[in-house]
């Protein structure tokens, strides 16, 4: 039995093996160093809604934009986030998740109306609650025009990536002048 030589980290090889590796290296040279680059530093990340300011945001859910379906004549409405299930959706709707807050905004101009729904918004991440109700009204007294608040509310929650979920709520909590939203927990 040939002998065994120990070597660095605890590998035993024997002198044969030892001239059969040497023969099979000879002519190699190692790479010369690659010049060391400093690892790239990533941005920290910025909330496009803060970052674009509201104004512009409300200018969005007026006007559109891509992928904001068009909501002005419709009495029900659904709306849900790529990626979240259906079935959550058809809970929503048929009142199975507990609204535990709501937000009454009828009376108020859009502008007032959006810088509510926004502060509110952010007052439910901070107090962890998921499932709420906004009770925009049905727009019966804004004039030739048609509804105003609705429309422009229901715009500006399927633009926000918060929002996982809406949908009309039933007669019983206000039907079309009413809507329940479900909030992507924080």
């Given at each position: ?6 070597r660095a980290h605890g590998v035993s090889v024997t002198a044969e093996e030892c ?14 160093p690659s010049p060391e680059r400093p690892a790239a530093s990533r941005p920290p ?39 979240f299930q259906k079935k959550g959706l058809e809970q929503l709707k048929r009142g ?91």
């Amino acid at each position: 039995m040939p002998q065994r030589i120990k070597r660095a980290h605890g590998v035993s090889v024997t002198a044969e093996e030892c001239q059969i590796f040497r023969a099979s290296m000879k002519g190699v040279r190692p790479l010369p160093p690659s010049p060391e680059r400093p690892a790239a530093s990533r941005p920290p990340p910025q909330a496009n809604q803060h970052r674009k300011g509201r104004k512009i945001v409300l200018q969005e859910a007026l006007h559109g934009g891509p992928g904001v379906p068009d909501l002005r004549d419709a009495d029900s409405v659904s709306y849900r986030q790529a990626g979240f299930q259906k079935k959550g959706l058809e809970q929503l709707k048929r009142g199975q998740i507990s609204m535990k807050a709501s937000l009454d905004l009828h009376g108020l101009t859009l502008e007032e109306a959006s810088a509510r729904l926004e502060a509110f918004i952010d007052e439910m991440h901070q107090a962890g609650i998921t499932s709420f109700l906004v009770v925009h009204g049905k727009g019966l007294r804004s004039g030739p025009q048609g509804p105003v608040l609705r429309p422009a509310i229901l715009k500006r929650l399927s633009l926000r990536q918060d929002v996982l979920a809406f949908t009309t709520a039933r007669h019983c909590d206000g039907g079309s002048g009413a809507t329940y939203v479900l909030l992507k927990r924080a």
